[in-house]
């Protein structure tokens, strides 16, 4: 039981050792000319197969899943709702950062003569892939990531319209691995004071913090594609560049 209580701590000293994380989007625009602003903007959940969830494949984070006796179908359910709604909360944080009027809501709630967009899509991969790897080696080694495709319609009077369709991604950064120099025992002390200073039940704070980086910065690549849009509809003021 040591052994394992260990290298659990272990685990969970190499998750809060750093987690950089680095975005990119491709995707296409459509044409149609000039919209009127929105009455609302409805970003839903994203759609998300549990199959498409891979968990952290490294011993402690094995080990880990071991001592909560969680099997790894319910995790991988749990990872898709939090990552789920970590994107969606900063989606709509970011627009209305922006001046767009965003709330939680699915495109079919768009109201019969209001101007609405609409933001879905789907989670098509959640890695977390393999956290010693990471921070043992890195250069890429064990890297984890977030990707969706993402729909945006507008709906009016005359019908729905797509306006943009990408494909985001966010992973961790090819940054140098370094080796855990302080003993168990520290590293267990620092791991405990890390789980006490979290607190509240928000699903970044369920996730790892390599996820729960990636889903705030796919939300955030996410967000920044459609302001940069609606900029160019003249709704909201144009970006730093």
């Not at 680095?22 to 199959?51: E, H, M, N, Q, R």
């Not at 984070?61 to 001592?67: H, P, Y």
């Not at 984890?144 to 019908?159: K, N, P, R």
Request: hydrophobic share 45%.
């Amino acid at each position: 039981m040591r052994f394992l209580a260990s290298f659990a701590a272990l685990g969970l000293a190499f998750a809060v050792s750093g987690c950089g994380s680095t975005s990119s989007s491709t995707g296409s625009i459509f044409s149609g000319g000039s919209l009127s602003k929105p009455s609302v903007v409805l970003v839903g959940d994203f759609s998300v197969a549990p199959d498409s969830v891979a968990l952290d494949s490294s011993m402690a984070a094995k080990l880990q899943r071991d001592m909560r006796g969680q099997s790894p179908a319910a995790m991988r359910v749990e990872v898709a709702r939090n990552v789920n709604t970590v994107i969606g909360e900063t989606v709509i944080a970011r627009l209305r950062e922006a001046g767009l009027p965003a709330q939680a809501g699915s495109g079919e709630l768009a109201l019969s003569g209001e101007s609405t967009l609409a933001v879905g899509g789907r989670i098509k991969r959640v890695d977390q892939g393999n956290r010693m790897q990471r921070n043992l080696i890195g250069f890429g080694a064990g890297k984890s990531q977030v990707s969706a495709e993402v729909h945006v319609a507008y709906h009016s009077s005359a019908g729905k319209q797509d306006v943009l369709n990408f494909t985001a991604q966010a992973e961790s950064s090819r940054r140098p691995g370094g080796a855990v120099a302080a003993p168990i025992g520290a590293a267990a002390r620092g791991a405990m004071a890390v789980g006490a200073s979290v607190g509240g039940s928000l699903a970044a704070d369920k996730l790892s913090a390599d996820v729960a980086a990636h889903a705030r910065s796919l939300g955030n690549e996410i967000a920044n594609r459609i302001i940069a849009w609606s900029a160019q509809q003249g709704w909201v003021a144009q970006p730093d560049a």
